[in-house]
Nanobody, 123 residues
Framework: QVQLVESGGGLVQAGGSLRLSCAAS????????MGWFRQAPGKEREFVAG???????YYTDSVKGRFTISRDNAKNTVYLQMNNLKPEDTAVYYC?????????????????WGKGTLVTVSS
């Protein structure tokens, strides 16, 4: 079992930055791909970023050059640094753990989800 707890969400003005954190329980953290998804009001949950040890990170096109995913395996934590935020980035952001997390990974294939953290970007 893996438990994921997100933090770091909040209200920020357009152009600002936030860093989301996701703390994972369990001794097998290193074996999982970790990722971030988001769900805006009235929309489906969508892939944002994914990272597995030994592989390049993946990003959805709309966040490339603005968001950076990273992980600290000693702390069992994955981060999402979000810069130059836009109002369209407003969403609940969810941390995920799975064998593989790439843009085409089906949502129903994800093994573990956090409860989410709300990011609101004002214009």
């Amino acid at each position: 079992q893996v438990q994921l707890v997100e933090s770091g969400g909040g209200l920020v003005q357009a152009g600002g930055s936030l860093r989301l954190s996701c703390a994972a329980s369990g001794r097998t953290f290193r074996t999982y791909a970790m990722g971030w998804f988001r769900q805006a009001p009235g929309k489906e949950r969508e892939f944002v970023a994914g990272l597995k040890i030994g592989y390049i990170p993946y990003y959805t096109d709309s966040v490339k050059g603005r968001f950076t995913i990273s992980r600290d395996n000693a702390k069992n934590t994955v981060y999402l640094q979000m810069n130059n935020l836009k109002p369209e980035d407003t969403a609940v952001y969810y941390c995920a753990a799975n064998g593989v997390i790439v843009p085409t990974t089906p949502l129903n294939a994800i093994d573990y989800w956090g409860k989410g953290t709300l990011v609101t970007v004002s214009s």
